[in-house]
């Protein structure tokens, strides 16, 4: 293949998820023995971890691959404290924004666009030589390798020759970021996923009550071609299509009836508040060309930088909202042009490890054992929504270069959350009366389901997944109710504003700590 042109520094972000850390370097690993690279690869983990243990095992995991020859290093807290006091104190002042406060208390996590912006801040002190690097950012409950699906719709292992297609990509074009994209668990919160999961359960219900309950399962072949971001309630916002129903493919392999398949479906329901959509996931498909195109967004779990694009950092990193992404890439797309690309180069994501139906570590989402609640994940979602957005109205009137003034910033924002709030007002009182639906179909007294002895677990798991629904997503749930209290939203506009305001000295501080004495 050639003499390569660049090595590889893989960033891995992780928040206690040792386990899930483990298959995403282990995948690494595996990568390097199919494609053997001549580059430089070594992985930094920044760790942003609570429990010791957790760390403890992280740094165990570095030292390992390590041994078996992928350097690897690990970044905990302490050297991310250590790194920040190291800047002059006003500089770090400046940037409490983009690295959180030095001293932040050990019981709170940073956040995953901190951890990020810290890793790129240990990266910038790395000595230069040899080959130019490239910077990829991955996500922990990723593996790179992908699936693809058979003719006859089962899943298989596919492989692709990252390294090498991104080396060659870099030498051959004036990349400076390259997004690429996830297949397997859709990369956006349940918080937004609601909607189209319930159209979906009601469909195969609908469909499920019609069939004779012993005879031989129908819900098999090949699954249905979605749309993009087809899981996504409010696709449109992004420029999508609204998507339909999609029919449920049942996993169980060898012959069942459709009493096993309703119990298959209902114990993988509550996988969905760890953002597991049972019938919306991409699979790779190998006839898709890997054809390069203009790049709007960043896919935060798999995207790739030069050093000379260690200069854009997360923005607004500190509030921890969802849509860092996207967020960054209207700014890169404004300003970069045709150096912002992205590559048909997925990698696989997994949210939920198989044995515990959960993700290890999920902040914003608490289980606890009366049910699980995403008041965490609404707030992230929702207000992240409205910084996005307006980043869009704001850097059409020249953000964050010309930029305009703090009122116009203010006014820009509020007309932008105004728009949201009837938009997801809408969308609650949508999945409302699904959930009722839901509700009037599960308790159906000529429903099979309602009759049968041996579909007595799948009645259970489906009684406690719509509680848990009913307690996130109804009319009176807490999620809906802060994030639409009128005092709350002006206090989160504020704190917003501020955070844009402040934008333009965060990027002339960043470039500062860029340059160390």
């Not at 990568?31 to 930094?44: K, S």
């Not at 508040?273 to 967004?297: E, I, K, Q, Y």
């Not at 909202?321 to 890439?329: E, Q, S």
């Not at 696989?348 to 608490?366: F, K, M, Q």
Request: net charge neutral; with cysteine; hydrophobic share 45%.
């Amino acid at each position: 293949m050639g003499q390569p042109r660049h090595d590889f520094f893989i960033v891995i972000p992780v928040a206690d998820r040792p386990r899930q850390l483990s298959d995403c370097l282990d995948s690494l690993a595996g990568l390097l023995r199919r494609f053997p690279y001549a580059g430089a690869v070594c992985v930094l983990i920044a760790d942003d971890s609570l429990e010791a243990a957790a760390t403890e095992r992280h740094r165990a995991l570095a030292e390992a691959h390590t041994r078996s020859g992928l350097p690897t290093h690990h970044l905990d807290r302490a050297a991310q404290q250590a790194l920040v006091l190291g800047l002059p104190d006003a500089l770090r002042d400046r940037l409490a924004g983009v690295l959180g406060r030095p001293r932040v208390d050990a019981a709170e996590r940073l956040g995953p666009s901190v951890t990020r912006n810290l890793a790129c801040l240990w990266l910038s002190r790395l000595p230069h030589g040899g080959r130019r690097r490239l910077i990829w950012f991955v996500d922990s409950d990723e593996r790179f390798q992908v699936e693809a699906e058979t003719t006859t719709g089962e899943a298989q292992a596919h492989d692709l020759d990252y390294l090498h297609t991104l080396d060659r990509l870099f030498g051959e074009r004036p990349i400076e970021v390259l997004t690429g994209k996830v297949a397997g668990d859709p990369p956006v919160s349940p918080a937004v996923m609601a909607g189209t999961l319930l159209d979906d359960v009601l469909a195969f219900l609908t469909e499920l009550a019609g069939l004779d309950p012993h005879a031989p399962c129908r819900f098999h072949g090949q699954a249905a071609r979605a749309a993009g971001a087809a899981y996504h309630d409010m696709a449109d916002l992004f420029g999508y299509p609204a998507s339909a129903a999609v029919r449920y493919r049942c996993p169980l392999p060898g012959e069942h009836d459709h009493i096993a398949c309703l119990a298959r479906f209902a114990a993988g329901l509550g996988q969905f508040f760890d953002g597991v959509h049972p019938t919306r996931r991409s699979r790779f498909d190998p006839a898709t060309p890997l054809a390069l195109a203009p790049a709007r967004t960043v896919y935060t779990g798999n995207y790739v930088v030069t050093e000379s694009a260690l200069a854009w950092f997360i923005p607004f990193a500190d509030l921890r909202l969802r849509m860092a992404g996207p967020t960054l890439g209207r700014l890169l797309k404004a300003e970069l042009g045709e150096r912002f690309v992205s590559a048909n180069l997925p990698l696989w994501h997994g949210r939920t490890l198989a044995d515990l139906g959960r993700s290890e570590c999920r902040p914003g989402i608490v289980h606890t054992a009366r049910g699980v609640d995403l008041g965490g994940e609404f707030e992230r979602q929702y207000f992240g929504d409205v910084l996005l957005f307006a980043i869009e109205a704001l850097a059409r009137l020249g953000y964050p270069g010309s930029g305009p003034d703090a009122e116009a910033i203010r006014h820009a924002l509020a007309a932008v959350e105004a728009r949201l709030h009837a938009r997801y007002l809408a969308q609650q009182t949508t999945v409302a009366g699904r959930i009722v639906r839901l509700q009037a179909e599960l308790e159906g007294v000529d429903r099979w389901w309602r009759q049968d002895a041996a579909s007595a677990p799948a009645r259970a798991a489906l009684a406690h997944f719509l509680r848990d629904l009913e307690h996130n997503f109804g009319p009176q749930s807490h999620p809906w109710r802060r994030i639409f209290a009128p005092a709350h939203r002006a206090a989160r506009l504020d704190e917003l504003s501020a955070a844009l305001s402040r934008h333009a000295d965060e990027r002339a501080a960043w470039r500062e700590a860029l340059r160390p004495g």
